[in-house]
């Protein structure tokens, strides 16, 4: 997989707020950029001791930019202080193409609503570049802490003020400052809640792309559901481990704990991979994949007919649904809880042994697993496929 890796050079480093740094990235070889779709990530293969880490960083650029990819980064772990601290203007990183299935519905012509939380505000700000170009109308709403720590306002403003009042902004913040207060740089204190979204967006069929910390996404997707726009209407991206939004919205608040540090039974393949905000991602136990505590009813396997899935450590047979993507969304719908984290072939927290059949894979892993051993995550079944889950 080494063709899958290209050197770019960081040709500018720009500072966009006391704690969020833009990277502006060149190909080293004076060839083409990538062709991107807004809202997809670029992920980066640094040196580490004992071997090279992975860091997926999103797009916060416009797609088509003719000279370079942008990366916007918050320092807050590991990775994110190593770009800050010690790449510099000049240095190079090998970076993987463009991925991620989140990315803007270029070919619907609905109204959008963009709701960024902090620095989840770079895929969302690609995505406003694309739709500044078109004629559909868009609202973005970005909640941040204060002034100090809100990045790439001016880029939104310009983007805003071109559009002929096609794009409309609004911004919360949570905790202003005096200097806040006395510039105007907000327009409204505290969350985004009910009455600001109702005060802000028309009746209509809206799509809805959001992003930011998951606490944030899931008191989203409460107030978003609840002033009835449908759960299919609203696309979401994780930083860090992901999942169903619509499954942590429904369970009881709990307070959330960050570890301080990476543990010790952290999976390897996570120790070489950090996401963007959210380095608690890493937290996953290394150990086999948990199985549902309810009973599940083997299906024999001749009254399945084209391709199947035999999850044979549980004693479940699933036809193959082309609708779930991925053979780890049809395990989930079969009740089944195997480990992921990153869900788009980069981490190998999915992996696992195949014992009989073949996958094909919707997404090139970046780190093939060895001989004998699939990721679940990003392969469907070609044919039956028995598997050790």
């Keep these: 997989m080494a063709e899958a890796f290209r050197r770019f050079r960081v040709v500018r480093k720009v500072p966009e707020s006391s704690v969020i740094t833009s990277f502006h990235l060149a190909p080293a070889d004076g060839g083409p950029l990538w062709e991107a779709r807004p809202g ?14 992975l860091r997926t960083y999103s797009l916060s650029c416009a797609v088509d930019a003719p000279d370079c990819h942008r990366i916007t980064v918050k320092r807050e772990s590991l990775g994110s202080v190593w770009l800050h601290d010690r790449v510099a203007e000049g240095d190079e990183i090998e970076i993987a193409a463009p991925r991620g299935a989140f990315h803007l519905d270029e070919d619907s012509t609905r109204p959008v609503l963009l709701v960024a939380g902090g620095v989840g505000v770079t895929p969302l700000l690609s995505m406003l570049h694309r739709l500044a170009a078109t004629d559909r109308r868009a609202f973005f709403v970005h ?30 913040y949570r905790t202003p400052t005096d200097a806040d207060r006395a510039a105007g740089r907000f327009d409204a204190e505290g969350v985004v809640d009910r ?46 481990k992901g999942g169903s939004l619509a499954a942590l919205a429904a369970e009881p608040e709990a307070p959330r704990v960050r570890p301080t540090h990476v543990p010790a039974h952290a999976p390897r393949s996570l120790a070489r991979l950090e996401f963007l905000t959210d380095p608690d ?33 549980a004693g479940v047979t699933a036809a193959w649904d082309a609708a779930a993507g991925s053979i780890l969304e049809l395990a989930e719908a079969a009740g089944l809880t195997p480990e992921f984290s990153c869900r788009e072939g980069i981490c190998n927290t999915c992996r696992c042994t195949i014992r009989e059949g073949a996958v094909e894979y919707t997404s090139e892993p970046l780190d093939p697993p060895p001989a004998g051993q699939v990721l679940i995550c990003c392969s469907r079944p070609v044919g039956r496929v028995v598997l050790e889950i």
Excluded at 213 to 223: D, G, K, Q, S, Y
């Design 40 to 53: 997809q990530y670029l992920t980066l293969r640094v040196p580490a001791e004992g071997g090279t880490v």
């Design 281 to 313: 991602a890493r937290a996953v136990p290394e150990a086999p994949p948990r199985l549902s505590s309810a009973p599940q009813a083997a299906v024999p396997a001749a009254a399945v007919e084209g391709d199947q899935v035999v999850f044979a450590r």
């Design 143 to 172: 909640a941040s802490e204060n002034g100090d720590v809100h990045a790439m306002r001016d880029e939104v403003a310009a983007l805003a003020a071109a559009s002929e009042g096609r794009i409309t902004v609004r911004h919360v």
């Design 195 to 240: 009455a600001l979204l109702q005060s802000l967006l028309p009746l209509d069929d809206y799509q809805v792309y959001l992003c930011g910390p998951t606490p944030f996404m899931v008191a989203m997707w409460r107030l978003l559901t609840g002033l009835g726009i449908a759960p299919e209407r609203i696309a979401y991206e994780f930083f860090g």
